[in-house]
């Protein structure tokens, strides 16, 4: 079954280069809160934002003079995923982090999902149950045999969520908002029905 995903969810962070680890740290924090702010002024609930990934990395370059790696800075990366509810808030959302983070600002990449797809997997069941029935029968019938009840039944159901990377800079004022189509997705459940034979 096919149904509108109902919720977006957003891969973003912030990544700072400095000379050194506290500089980085600061300058990852600043940019960090004023995301933070962005999504929650925008209706993100803070139980819908969580941080997925915290770094501090060394840099380095090789110098061929003294032939030995030379720190050259320290880089702090902060990643987090934000579930948004309203789809329709999607672009204004994405353009008002990227405004906030700056040319610190990563947008990794955007996921469709439903949040409640229970009411599909049911629907679905009943098209799966129906298809195997259908097929079952006229192999029966193919073979001059009449169909018995089912003897073993086993699902397996997928959802995978829509995702397409995203690479965003600062929108200039007055730019139109980036727009967000979370389109349809496919609900799928797969059942193995052994029937009986009369």
């Given at each position: ?157 997928y959802s995978p969520p829509i995702a ?25 459940t797969t059942v193995q029905v052994t029937?009986?034979?009369?």
């Amino acid at each position: 079954v096919t149904a509108v995903p109902d919720i977006v969810t957003l891969r973003l962070g912030i990544q700072a280069q400095q000379l050194t680890v506290a500089d980085a740290q600061t300058q990852a924090a600043g940019a960090m809160d004023k995301v933070m702010t962005a999504l929650t002024s925008n209706g993100v609930a803070k139980k819908d934002i969580q941080t997925q990934n915290f770094n501090i990395t060394k840099l380095t370059r090789w110098d061929n003079t003294s032939q030995k790696e030379v720190i050259t800075g320290y880089q702090v990366t902060n990643t987090v995923t934000a579930k948004i509810r309203d789809t329709s808030k999607a672009g204004v959302i994405i353009d008002d982090v990227a405004v906030a983070g700056g040319d610190l600002t990563r947008i990794d990449g955007i996921d469709f999902s439903i949040d409640d797809p229970a009411a599909y997997y049911t629907e679905a069941r009943k098209l799966a149950m129906a298809d195997a029935k259908a097929k079952a029968t006229q192999l029966a019938d193919l073979a001059g045999v009449s169909l018995g009840k089912a003897t073993y039944i086993t699902e397996s159901s997928y959802s995978p969520p829509i995702a397409s990377p995203m690479a965003l800079e600062a929108k200039a004022a007055g730019a139109p908002s980036t727009p967000i189509s979370p389109g349809e997705t496919e609900i799928t459940t797969t059942v193995q029905v052994t029937f009986g034979i009369k």
